[in-house]
């Protein structure tokens, strides 16, 4: 019969398999010795009984015992999700496990708590974090707590959506892409992420938010590679309707935020992508944002190699729908000879002058306006003037002159393009 001690035992075997001190198999194999071959409808009768005659003093449990319980169901067997669910409804379980699954996510209860650190401290760009490691975020090391959290989306969205806010690791909302039916969530649940003060919690929500104009987007640059038949042509049209149907909503939604955050993210997204809808870079250069734009170009630190500055001049350089001459776009091209001059002094962005580099170069400099270009060469030959690289500095300050040698060799390269 299901007790106190059996509880103990199934968080022991959990917490033991999300701690990686035992590997799935084992798991399945520890939880079949303890909660034998029974049936799900026979566990949830123990586990009634259980519950219904616990002490006063464990009453306040009650959502620990019923999450740690369901976790160990479905780390027994992930096929017997409506089994589950059936029987949590049926024995009015549902809010206990909510409350049960949104202590674990708090984190409060120092042996009931899922400790999570994701390594984004290093990303400027939090929409390039997570571009880079989508996928790589848990599911299936926390499958059991995924199906369990899946129970309560189907059961109660407003329970759901309070989970997500509770949960401090994001770890739900990063693996809601993960799901084998896809876990949607409400513009308006997007727009209250997008209000918080957490950058990372921000770009999730704006990636999720951009998830299907994503694929739409890619699915129409392959259609557009056979676009002579006439059934990829009415594939065409279609996937148009749609891409301008998810940016009408990527509108609404950007309009309900701040000025700040908006330009942060639609910039985050444009270095990520590398192709980015034209209307982002309209957007972008509204003259209520161009100064936001410019700080954000210009101290992010986002912008740390030659691509992602050919990338701003892309946007820049797209017309804007008005022009004030307190927002001239100088003020967005200087941006971008700041963030270059900064990478040679800063010794970051640029490590070589190979041919990538040159080609990059070559665009950036097709872009940049003259005054730019001048005032770009200026600053650089100021550099090079500053530079050890004579005989006399490889004979007494030898690691100076290799870093020198290195940081002139890049010099002469820009200064031969400019």
């Known amino acids: 019969m299901m007790d106190i001690k059996i509880i103990a035992e199934l968080a022991d075997i959990i917490f033991g398999h999300w701690n ?8 399945k194999v520890h939880l ?17 009984t259980f519950m219904d005659s616990l002490p006063n003093e464990h009453i306040k449990k009650k959502p620990i015992y019923t999450a740690i319980f369901v976790l160990a169901l479905f780390g027994q067997n992930l096929d017997e999700s409506e089994q589950i669910r059936k029987y949590l409804k049926r024995y009015e379980l549902i809010s206990l496990l909510y409350g049960g699954l949104a202590m674990l996510i708090k984190g409060t209860k120092p042996n009931f708590a899922i400790s999570i650190s994701w390594g984004d401290g290093s990303f400027r760009n939090k929409y390039q974090f997570l571009r880079r490691f989508e996928g790589e975020f848990g599911f299936w090391d926390y499958i059991e707590f995924f199906m369990a959290a899946k129970i309560i989306y189907e059961e109660d969205k407003d329970k759901f959506r309070r989970l997500i806010k509770e949960d401090h690791s994001q770890l739900l909302l990063l693996n809601l892409n993960a799901y084998k039916h896809e876990i949607e969530i409400p513009v308006d649940w997007t727009i209250d992420l997008m209000k918080t003060q957490d950058q990372l919690l921000q770009n999730i929500a704006f990636y999720l938010l951009t998830k299907k104009l994503r694929r739409d987007i890619e699915r ?4 557009n590679r056979y676009q002579d038949t006439e059934g990829e042509k009415g594939t065409q049209n279609e996937l148009y309707t749609e891409i301008e149907s998810e940016l009408r909503k990527v509108e609404y939604t950007l309009s309900q935020i701040e000025d700040q955050t908006r330009v942060s993210l639609l910039l985050n997204y444009i270095l990520a992508e590398k192709k980015w ?3 982002f870079s309209t957007w972008l250069l509204e003259p ?4 936001i734009l410019s700080k954000e170009i210009r101290d992010s630190k986002k912008i740390n190699t030659l ?3 050919l990338c701003c001049l892309e946007v ?5 729908k008005a022009s004030h001459k307190q927002y001239r776009k100088e003020i967005l091209y200087n941006a ?13 962005g640029i490590y070589e002058w190979a041919e990538q580099e040159k080609k990059i170069f070559k665009e950036i400099c097709e872009i940049l306006p003259k005054s730019c270009k001048t005032k770009l060469k200026q600053r650089l030959c100021k550099k090079n003037k500053q530079l050890w690289t004579c005989k006399i500095d490889e004979l007494v300050r030898f690691d100076i002159y290799l870093k020198d040698q290195r940081k002139q060799s890049i010099i002469a390269g820009m200064l031969t393009q400019l």
Do not use: H
């Open 20 to 27: 990686r001190i035992q590997e799935y198999r084992e798991v």
């Open 32 to 48: 079949k010795r303890v909660l034998g071959k029974k049936s799900i409808s026979n566990l949830f009768k123990e586990f009634k």
């Open 220 to 223: 129409l640059s392959d259609a």
């Open 277 to 279: 809808p034209k209307c």
């Open 288 to 291: 209520k944002v161009w100064l």
């Open 307 to 309: 691509e992602a500055v």
């Open 316 to 320: 820049i350089k797209t017309k804007a």
């Open 336 to 348: 971008t000879v700041e963030v270059m001059t900064d990478f040679i002094r800063e010794e970051k």
